[in-house]
């Protein structure tokens, strides 16, 4: 069980960069082999986004880390054109990148998104067409697709949005 989600510290980094291994072999299993490769997301890129405060992760009852996300409050420049389709609304939103579980706990995800909702009620996400179990979570949490973006190196993802 879920039962703190505090910002990232430099000293949790190689524990972070495990959870991400352990992710991106649970995406290859599951089909999705295209996200997260050639070391995505790479040590020095996560240490940025500690030192910028926008990693976080989620810890159980006994102090394990079991999770970690990227959370970003304001515009995402990835975000300003959508294709077949469009945002829900035009207001203040946060994003959300990078969910990890270290597959220890259930339920990281949904705490994950929970979290966030308390912190902005509009919130913004994508993943890749083939990441199956994302947009499951994605719908049964009441998040609406949106339509497709384009990242920075050219590649799509699935955009949803959802507002409280």
């Given at each position: 069980?879920?039962?703190?989600?505090r910002?990232?510290?430099l000293?949790?980094?190689?524990?972070?960069?495990?959870?991400?291994?352990?992710?991106?072999?649970?995406?290859?299993?599951?089909?999705n082999?295209?996200?997260?490769?050639?070391?995505?997301?790479?040590?020095?890129?996560?240490?940025?986004?500690?030192?910028?405060?926008?990693?976080?992760?989620?810890?159980?009852?006994?102090?394990?880390?079991?999770?970690?996300?990227?959370?970003?409050?304001?515009?995402?420049?990835?975000?300003?054109k959508?294709?077949?389709g469009?945002w829900?609304?035009?207001?203040?939103?946060?994003t959300?990148?990078r969910?990890?579980?270290?597959?220890?706990?259930?339920?990281?995800?949904?705490?994950?998104?929970?979290?966030?909702?308390?912190?902005?009620p509009?919130i913004r996400?994508?993943?890749?067409?083939?990441?199956?179990?994302?947009?499951?979570?994605?719908?049964?949490?009441?998040?609406?697709?949106?339509?497709?973006?384009?990242?920075a190196?050219?590649?799509?993802?699935l955009?949803y949005q959802k507002?409280?």
């Amino acid at each position: 069980m879920i039962t703190q989600i505090r910002r990232t510290t430099l000293a949790d980094l190689p524990e972070v960069m495990g959870i991400y291994g352990v992710a991106r072999e649970y995406m290859r299993q599951t089909g999705n082999a295209s996200q997260w490769v050639d070391g995505y997301p790479a040590e020095p890129f996560i240490a940025e986004e500690i030192a910028a405060g926008h990693s976080f992760v989620c810890e159980n009852e006994k102090g394990e880390l079991v999770g970690t996300f990227c959370f970003i409050r304001g515009e995402d420049p990835t975000y300003a054109k959508i294709y077949n389709g469009e945002w829900l609304n035009d207001r203040p939103y946060a994003t959300v990148h990078r969910i990890a579980s270290s597959g220890k706990e259930k339920g990281v995800a949904k705490a994950c998104f929970e979290w966030c909702f308390n912190q902005c009620p509009n919130i913004r996400v994508d993943t890749h067409r083939d990441n199956h179990v994302m947009q499951h979570i994605l719908q049964s949490m009441g998040f609406t697709f949106c339509g497709i973006i384009f990242v920075a190196n050219g590649t799509e993802r699935l955009a949803y949005q959802k507002t409280l």
